[in-house]
C-alpha cells in the first residue's frame, strides 16, 4: 500500500477513536504537492483537497477537476479579493471568509456564474495582529450580514489557534460561539491538533504533513 494511504488510513483510525460521530471530513491539505503525489490518495476514494493559493490550485487542478466525479476543492489560505473570481470558479468551499470586502467580492462572482459556494467565516480566535480573520466580538453581526444580506452559505466558522499551550481553550471558544450562530459545521484542527479540535465538534479537518509529508 502506497505510504499516502497507510499514514491516511491511520488518520481515520485515529478519528474512529476519538470521535463520538465518526462524521468528520479530513480535508487533505494538498498545497505545494504535486498532483503525481496526491493522485495515489485520489485512487484509493478520497474527495477532498485543501490549497491555499488561487493560481497554485488552477494549474494543479483546473484539468481533472471535472473529470473526477465527486472531487471536491477548498480555499483554505488567505484570499485577496482580486482572486475571488477565479477561487469561486475552482474551489467548492471556501475556508477564508475575513472581511466585508471579500464576502461582497465573492457574492457577487457566484451571482454572476450562478455557482453555488460553501463557505467558513475566518475568525481571528487569538486577535494576533499577523492574522487575518472575524475579531471574535464582531463574528454575530458579519455573519449576519454574509448569510442574509449577501446570501451567502455559511457552514460554520474557521480559525488557526495561536501557537501556544492554550489550543483547547481557543476550540473550545469556537465551538461556543458556532453553537450560539446555531451553525452546523466547523473548521479547526490539523496535523498537530486534529484530535484536540474533534473533542471540540470540529466536523472539518485540515491535515497536510501527517498525510502527504513534510514540504521541502
Given at each position: 500500500?502506497?505510504?499516502?494511504?497507510?499514514?491516511?488510513?491511520?488518520?481515520?483510525?485515529?478519528?474512529?477513536?476519538?470521535?463520538?460521530?465518526?462524521?468528520?471530513?479530513?480535508?487533505?491539505?494538498?498545497?505545494?504537492?504535486?498532483?503525481?503525489?496526491?493522485?495515489?490518495?485520489?485512487?484509493?476514494?478520497?474527495?477532498?483537497?485543501?490549497?491555499?493559493?488561487?493560481?497554485?490550485?488552477?494549474?494543479?487542478?483546473?484539468?481533472?477537476?471535472?473529470?473526477?466525479?465527486?472531487?471536491?476543492?477548498?480555499?483554505?489560505?488567505?484570499?485577496?479579493?482580486?482572486?475571488?473570481?477565479?477561487?469561486?470558479?475552482?474551489?467548492?468551499?471556501?475556508?477564508?471568509?475575513?472581511?466585508?470586502?471579500?464576502?461582497?467580492?465573492?457574492?457577487?462572482?457566484q451571482n454572476k456564474i450562478n455557482r453555488s459556494i460553501n463557505y467558513f467565516i475566518q475568525?481571528?480566535?487569538?486577535?494576533?495582529?499577523?492574522?487575518?480573520?472575524?475579531?471574535?466580538?464582531?463574528?454575530?453581526?458579519?455573519?449576519?450580514?454574509?448569510s442574509k444580506e449577501k446570501k451567502m452559505n455559511i457552514l460554520g466558522l474557521m480559525a488557526?489557534?495561536?501557537?501556544?499551550?492554550?489550543?483547547?481553550?481557543?476550540f473550545k471558544s469556537l465551538s461556543e460561539l458556532n453553537s450560539s450562530l446555531g451553525l452546523?459545521?466547523?473548521?479547526?484542527?490539523?496535523?498537530?491538533?486534529?484530535?484536540?479540535?474533534?473533542?471540540?465538534?470540529?466536523?472539518?479537518?485540515?491535515?497536510?504533513?501527517?498525510?502527504?509529508?513534510?514540504?521541502?
Open positions: 500500500m502506497n505510504i499516502i494511504v497507510e499514514r491516511f488510513n491511520k488518520i481515520k483510525s485515529n478519528i474512529k477513536e476519538a470521535s463520538e460521530s465518526n462524521a468528520e471530513t479530513i480535508v487533505a491539505v494538498s498545497k505545494t504537492f504535486t498532483l503525481d503525489h496526491v493522485m495515489p490518495l485520489i485512487d484509493y476514494g478520497h474527495m477532498h483537497y485543501g490549497e491555499n493559493k488561487v493560481q497554485e490550485a488552477q494549474v494543479k487542478w483546473s484539468k481533472i477537476k471535472n473529470e473526477i466525479k465527486g472531487l471536491r476543492l477548498h480555499m483554505i489560505g488567505k484570499l485577496q479579493s482580486n482572486k475571488a473570481h477565479k477561487a469561486v470558479e475552482l474551489f467548492d468551499y471556501i475556508h477564508s471568509v475575513d472581511s466585508q470586502k471579500l464576502a461582497d467580492v465573492l457574492s457577487k462572482s475568525v481571528n480566535i487569538g486577535n494576533e495582529d499577523q492574522k487575518s480573520g472575524i475579531p471574535y466580538n464582531e463574528v454575530d453581526a458579519f455573519y449576519d450580514y454574509c488557526i489557534p495561536p501557537n501556544d499551550d492554550k489550543t483547547e481553550t481557543y452546523k459545521e466547523l473548521s479547526m484542527g490539523m496535523s498537530s491538533d486534529y484530535l484536540k479540535a474533534i473533542n471540540y465538534k470540529a466536523t472539518y479537518l485540515r491535515i497536510g504533513s501527517s498525510i502527504f509529508g513534510e514540504r521541502s
